[in-house]
């Protein structure tokens, strides 16, 4: 049995289409807010975070990526050595659902089998202005044998739920 104090350290990352969220999933996340006018990222921003969990306390290192085409070539040097993976998108834009999906495929293409991967629709917050229904994002993660999940940055629906989802997920498998 794992000590209250164990720690563990592993590298998630985020990916996505610039404008999905990611940077304002982990703001909401590690500081607890929100800003209408996030700056978009360039490269990749490095994040830290320690949950504690019952069994384990795990530090959370994130890798927070730009989604720009243009940055593309370096996401492999930051996914390569994760242990879990997050792809974005918005659930009011469609192409930012098919990059997602072509993340997916990306990383599927790594051939790592025990990197843990989740979907996530973000934005949910916008239900009016939808434009990828629920079922769509579920059943593609179901197909591909992701996690899935519906977030809001905004209201924060969600956000402790997926970084502690992922925290338990990274701990059964170490
Ligand atoms: P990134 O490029 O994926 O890192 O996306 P950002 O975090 O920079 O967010 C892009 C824009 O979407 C910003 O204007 C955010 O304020 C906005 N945004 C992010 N998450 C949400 C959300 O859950 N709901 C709403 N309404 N807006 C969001
Ligand atoms: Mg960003």
């Known amino acids: 049995k ?8 592993g590298f998630r990352v985020l990916l996505g289409d610039m404008g999905a969220g990611k940077t304002s999933l982990v703001l ?5 807010q929100f800003h209408e006018y996030q700056e978009s990222t360039i490269g990749a921003a ?7 969990l019952n069994e384990a306390t795990v530090k959370f290192d994130v890798w927070d990526t730009a989604g720009q085409e243009r940055y593309h070539s370096l996401a492999p040097m930051y996914y390569r050595g994760a242990a879990a993976a997050v792809v974005v998108y918005d659930i009011t834009s469609m192409d930012s659902f098919q990059k997602a999906k072509k993340w997916v495929q990306e990383l599927q293409r790594q051939g790592n089998p025990k990197l843990i991967m989740f979907l996530v629709a973000n934005k949910a917050d916008l239900e009016e202005k ?19 999940m519906e977030t809001s940055a905004k209201t924060a629906q969600n956000v402790n739920e997926l970084f502690y989802e ?3 997920r990274v701990v059964k498998a170490s």
Do not use: C, H, P
């Not at 794992?2 to 350290?9: A, V």
């Open 46 to 52: 490095f994040f830290t975070q320690v949950l504690s």
């Open 166 to 168: 992922i925290a338990k």
């Open 130 to 148: 939808r434009r990828v229904d629920n079922e769509m994002g579920e059943q593609y993660a179901k197909e591909n044998g992701l996690s899935f």
């Open 2 to 9: 794992r000590s209250l104090f164990s720690s563990i350290t």
């Open 28 to 32: 909401r996340f590690v500081k607890g």
